[in-house]
C-alpha cells in the first residue's frame, strides 16, 4: 500500500528489475532476446492494496518464449540480490531525480495531496529518500522474497489462442477466454 513502510525498498527493487531501460527485465527481454520494444515490471501501490506486475508485448511467434523470460527474471529478482552496480544505478535514479519532480507547482501540489489522502507524514518524501539511500542488497532481495512467489503467478496473455496456447501449456495449465471474459463454446 502507500503507506507501507516498504515502499521506498519496493520502489528501489521494482527499478532495478524493471523500471528502467538498464533493468533485468528490458535486457533480458529487448537486449538479449530482441523479443519487444518494451518490459517493465515491479510493484504498484494503491491505497489499500499493492500487486506486483510485469507487462511486455511481442510477435506471436515469439509469446512463449518471451513469457519464459519474464518468468525467468521474476525468479532471479527473488534469488539473486542486486549487483553493486544495479543497486548504485537505481539509488541514483531516485535520489539524483528526486529535485526534477518537484520543477512546478503543480508536482509539489501532487506530492502534498498524495501525503495527505493517504495519512503520510509530511516529511514522507525525505524519509523515503533515506530508505532508499541506505537499503542494501540483502534487505532488497529479502523483500522480493517475501513479497514474490514465482509458482503463485496470474499470467495473462493476450493474443490468438488458436496460435499460442499449446505452447504456452508447457509452461503452465492454461485457460481460453474471449474477448467478453467468458471460455469459448
Known amino acids: 500500500t502507500s503507506r507501507d513502510p516498504d515502499k521506498p525498498v519496493a520502489n528501489l527493487v521494482g527499478s532495478y528489475f524493471g523500471g528502467s531501460f538498464g533493468s533485468r527485465l528490458m535486457k533480458a527481454i529487448r537486449v538479449q532476446k530482441g523479443s519487444t520494444y518494451g518490459a517493465n515490471g515491479g510493484f504498484e501501490a494503491n491505497r489499500f492494496t499493492g500487486c506486483f506486475v510485469v507487462h511486455t508485448f511481442t510477435k506471436t511467434s515469439s509469446t512463449a518464449d518471451t513469457v519464459r523470460a519474464a518468468l525467468a527474471e521474476i525468479r532471479g529478482l527473488v534469488e539473486r540480490p542486486p549487483t553493486a552496480e544495479e543497486l548504485s544505478l537505481h539509488k541514483r535514479y531516485f535520489l539524483g531525480g528526486a529535485a526534477a519532480r518537484f520543477e512546478t507547482p503543480e508536482q509539489v501540489a501532487s506530492q502534498l495531496a498524495h501525503e495527505a489522502l493517504n495519512g503520510l507524514p509530511i516529511d514522507y518524501l525525505q524519509q523515503s529518500l533515506a ?29 490468438d489462442a488458436s496460435l499460442v496456447a499449446k505452447d504456452l501449456e508447457a509452461i503452465a495449465p492454461v485457460t481460453v477466454v474471449d474477448r467478453e471474459g467468458k471460455k469459448p463454446k
Open 131 to 159: 530508505t532508499i539511500g541506505s537499503a542494501t542488497a540483502p534487505q532488497c532481495q529479502a523483500f522480493a522474497k517475501r513479497m514474490i512467489d514465482p509458482e503463485r503467478l496470474v499470467i495473462v496473455v493476450v493474443g
